[in-house]
């Protein structure tokens, strides 16, 4: 029984081990997954969030303000999601979209703030420079989500990768292991078998031979229990 669980405890643990690391790999991967899809729904805002923003500061319309500032605060509701989730080589880029957001609600509050009653017959320099404020931070704020991307596609086929080779170093010590009870378990047996059932068949044998050719008196030894 001993010898026996010698045999099995490493194997049940090396196939423990193995299925341990499937189940991490199939989490790491589900993880991933979620990070790359808030990625692309992050992507779908800019431009929603740059076409309220210029419809406030050169068309005063009231509602701008509303839905840009309902868009920023959706963008960093999955911003943070993302930051929590998100390997360490992609928070420079999480934090550089932040301060645009930053910038951006900022410049919504001032322009909010200083609404005319009636919107003027044309765009003013005031209302050019304010336009062109947007635009550069919702351009900053994409050129943030490709870097943002490339650093999370980055991470994810590096974590993939090591994953691909823990399993891979997992399964063949599982199958060393497997091949090392295997012969284990081969070779015991058959000194098992040669100990205790063919040397006493053997000795026997040995000692009959001894007693038919006509030496009575030699003894015969018997080695067992029963």
Partial sequence: LILLSIMIIPCVVSIYNLSKLERFATSVAKHDLELSKTIEQLKSIPPSMEAEGRRLVTLYKEDAYQSLTSLIRDFKDSLISVQRDCPKEIMSAVRGIKLDL?????????????????????ITPAEVQRENE?????????????????????????????????????????????????????????????????????????????VGQGYFDQPIAIESRD
């Fill in 134 to 210: 947007v635009k550069a931070i919702i351009s900053n704020i994409r050129t943030g989500l490709g870097d943002l991307e490339k650093g999370a596609q980055k991470a994810i086929s590096l974590r993939s990768s090591t994953i691909s080779s823990l399993s891979s170093q997992a399964r063949e010590i599982t199958i060393f292991v497997l091949a090392g009870a295997i012969i284990f378990f081969v070779f015991f047996t058959a000194w098992f078998l040669y100990k205790y059932i063919k040397r006493p068949i053997d000795h026997l044998r040995h000692g009959t031979e001894i």
């Fill in 102 to 122: 930053d910038k951006l609600e900022k410049l919504a509050s001032i322009a909010n703030a200083d609404l005319p009653k009636n919107s003027p017959p044309e």
